[in-house]
């Protein structure tokens, strides 16, 4: 059961600006590392943002992310439609002997 | 390049243990904040993470199914081998391991996962 809540569904028309929230609590966002996830259909996950905000090696800067307390955000601008896919944030948690914790996973429609 | 694949029996028996095996290369896990992590996604649903160890041999597991889990590395032969016990059709799942860079670099690069099926 996830731990982080985003919402369920996003959408937007090619060059649009769209964002995902991703909202946790004190013993996740609150004290750690954020990254990000987009799963193409059929496909493993891709890192899309490490250390709440960078972005590795060949991601386009059209994705960016925050993080204030316990929430996060990642913004896709100018929409494209092969950003069609899953998006994920998640943590490590604190809590207990500490374990990483994935979002509830944001479908986004272009 | 680093790279990692996922290997393992693609059907098990309700209550029977399954063992996967992550093999990987292009990277050490005797390296400094290096760690090898397993994910696991049932169809159609979330990513859920399961266990990871890292360099120093340290391991965690998720809190919900620790009890059904271990996790260990062969670093001689870049293996790490994830075993779940108990199997129930509600694990019927892709699983993937992963890497992990460090504290702030979580699961870098994934193998192309592995689906396994619980069923009688």
């Known amino acids: 059961q996830s731990v982080l809540t985003q919402p369920p569904s996003a959408s937007g028309t090619p060059g649009q600006r769209v964002t995902i929230s991703c909202s946790g609590s004190?013993?996740?966002?609150?004290?750690?590392?954020v990254q990000w996830f987009q799963q193409l259909p059929g496909t493993a996950p891709k890192l899309l943002i490490y250390?709440?905000?960078k972005r590795p090696s060949g991601v386009p800067d059209r994705f960016s992310a925050s993080k204030s307390g316990t929430s996060a955000s990642l913004a896709i601008s100018g929409l494209r439609s092969e950003d069609e896919a899953d998006y994920y944030c998640?943590?490590?948690?604190?809590?207990?002997?500490?374990?990483?914790?994935f979002g509830t996973g944001t479908t986004v429609t272009v | 390049q680093i790279t990692l694949k996922e290997s393992g029996p693609t059907l098990v028996k309700p209550t029977e243990t399954l063992t996967l095996t992550c093999s990987f290369s292009?990277?050490?896990?005797?390296?400094?904040?290096?760690?090898v992590g397993w994910i696991r996604q049932p169809p159609g649903k979330a990513l859920e993470w399961l266990a990871v160890?890292?360099?120093?041999?340290?391991?965690r597991y998720s809190p919900s199914l620790q009890s059904r889990l271990t996790i260990t590395k062969d670093t001689s032969k870049n293996h790490v081998v994830l075993t779940m016990t108990n199997m129930d059709p509600g694990d019927t799942a892709t699983y993937y391991c992963?890497?992990?860079?460090?504290?702030?670099?979580?699961?870098?690069?994934w193998g192309q996962g592995t689906l396994v099926s619980v069923s009688s």
């Open positions: 992963a890497h992990r860079r460090g504290a702030d670099y979580n699961y870098d690069l």
């Open positions: 292009g990277f050490s896990l005797d390296s400094t904040s290096v760690g």
């Open positions: 160890i890292y360099w120093d041999d340290d391991a």
């Open positions: 004190s013993s996740n966002i609150g004290g750690n590392y």
């Open positions: 250390g709440n905000n």
């Open positions: 998640a943590a490590w948690d604190d809590r207990l002997s500490g374990s990483y914790v």
